[in-house]
């Protein structure tokens, strides 16, 4: 099992999209452990793209982060990381296959509608600048017994 970080994007949020968002991840099978609408501090949005520091594209992110809510949450399953980022879709939403969220909802690599940790390491490190570990939540779904 793993653990992947996952953000939904203000855009995002701002457009209504959390919920048909969120159902890909949970009709995949993968189980939400912790989840949170937050407005992100800047202390937490450098912390979150410290890898892009120096980026032409650094200070607009920042920007368009901090400009409303975000989702944050913490999703589980078997390879959560590369099914994650399947869903989601590359980076450059025109090159995101069309039945990915990126493919699906987005037009600009800036505002590509949802984050995903790209390692072990790096969603580790991500989920805790936004969760407490009493925030994670162990429990059992339905799908377990299908793995
Ligand atoms: N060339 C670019 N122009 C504008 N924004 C960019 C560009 N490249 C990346 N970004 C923004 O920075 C974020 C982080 O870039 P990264 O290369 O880590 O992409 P990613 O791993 O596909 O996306 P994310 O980390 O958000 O899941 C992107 O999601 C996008 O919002
Ligand atoms: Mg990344």
Redesign the pocket.
């Known amino acids: 099992m793993e653990r992947e970080f996952v953000m939904i994007k203000p855009n995002a949020v701002k457009r209504g999209l959390t919920s048909e968002i969120i159902k890909n991840y949970e009709q995949k099978g993968l189980k939400i452990v912790a989840m949170k609408m937050i407005k992100m501090k800047k202390s937490q949005a450098e912390r979150l793209?410290t890898?892009?520091k120096g980026k032409d594209?650094y200070e607009?992110?920042l920007e368009f982060i901090l400009s409303g809510p975000v989702i944050v949450m913490i999703l589980e399953g078997p390879r959560a990381i590369e099914t994650v980022?399947n869903i989601?879709g590359?980076?450059d939403p025109l090159k995101a296959s069309p039945g990915s969220i990126r493919g699906k909802y987005g037009l600009s690599?800036?505002?590509?509608i949802?984050?995903?940790?790209?390692s072990n390491k790096n969603a580790e490190e991500e989920w805790k600048i936004f969760f407490k570990e009493e925030e994670i939540i162990e429990y059992r779904n339905g799908l377990e017994n299908e793995l």
């Open positions: 793209y890898q892009h594209f607009p992110l980022r989601n590359e980076t690599v800036r505002k590509n949802v984050h995903a940790s790209d």
